[in-house]
């Protein structure tokens, strides 16, 4: 039975008891009635005590996962490396439409000026990690941001519970490690184009997922999970024992399936500026 159905159980039992008590005149009927009333109160209170301190916990670490996976991100598509701002990073991309971003939580303190910033900035992204998609959103229209409708979904993972996916039958893989970075190409068996593809970013012990992509021509077979697996094992290898992503909405149930838990969510928006091919944070 759930907590909250045990709660309810509780006092239904108290009361139960305690009409039992006054119909019989039972004073250990009533004395049964009082304890399991005073159980019940303290184990909601416990309950809720709990997830306070489990919310806490989790607000407390979402920043230093934004800061994270921005430093991988930003050393997998070789950029500057991320510059620390109240809330979060500032990253300089310097691409087309996108010359800088900031990528940040929702507090509200530091929310209200990044917003300002990012709209009187030319050529500038927001990224916005939070819990409350739509809380957020507001924001974006009264600084006059260009929301980008997509949501991501910011997840993470402990490599060593990583599912494992095999190649299918008719493929090959090539795995490169360059410094920090390694890459994952698979292809079919004598074909030259690349059938799928991707990179993860290790920095300390964090592996940053990255470019996740499979040829629609190759799709549905497996071969995203493949790709995936062996960067984890590379991952792992090369001393990372936690990783992190973007995912998008079609991707995201991917990397459930193999083991990725979803922190929270990721909403954009940009100054006014003309849009870029690559406008996605997602792997």
């Known amino acids: 039975m759930e907590a909250p159905g045990r709660i309810w159980f509780g006092y239904v039992a108290a009361v139960a008891l305690a009409l039992i008590g006054l119909y019989t005149r039972d004073p250990l009927a009533f004395g049964l009635a009082v304890a399991v009333l005073v159980a019940t109160v303290l184990g909601e209170w416990y309950r809720g005590r709990q997830a306070r301190i489990t919310a806490a916990a989790r607000d407390a670490d979402l920043p230093d996962l934004v800061v994270r996976w921005a430093r991988g991100w930003a050393y997998a598509r070789a950029f500057p490396r991320p510059v620390a701002v109240p809330g979060g990073v500032r990253v300089e991309v310097g691409e087309p439409g996108r010359r800088v971003e900031w990528v940040a939580t929702d507090h509200a303190d530091t929310l209200a000026d990044l917003v300002d910033t990012v709209s009187a900035t030319p050529e500038a992204w927001l990224s916005v990690v939070t819990e409350s998609p739509a809380g957020v959103r507001p924001w974006f229209v009264e ?14 993972i402990a490599l060593a519970d990583h599912a494992s996916r095999d190649l299918p039958e008719g493929y090959h893989a090539e795995t490169v490690r360059d410094g920090g970075l390694i890459k994952v190409t698979v292809r079919a068996a004598g074909a030259e184009e690349e059938a799928a593809s991707g990179q993860m970013a290790v920095i300390g012990s964090d592996a940053v997922a990255d470019r996740i992509k499979t040829d629609p021509a190759h799709r549905r077979r497996g071969l995203g999970g493949a790709v995936m697996s062996l960067l984890a094992a590379a ?18 149930p991917l990397y459930v399936a193999l083991g990725w838990r979803v922190e929270a969510r990721l909403v954009m928006a940009r100054s006014s500026a003309p849009q870029t091919s690559d406008e996605s944070r997602h792997a």
């Open 235 to 252: 991952a792992r290898e090369a001393g990372a024992d936690h990783g992190l992503l973007f995912a998008s909405e079609m991707g995201e």
């Open 143 to 156: 600084a006059g941001l260009t929301d980008q409708a997509d949501e991501e979904a910011m997840m993470s």
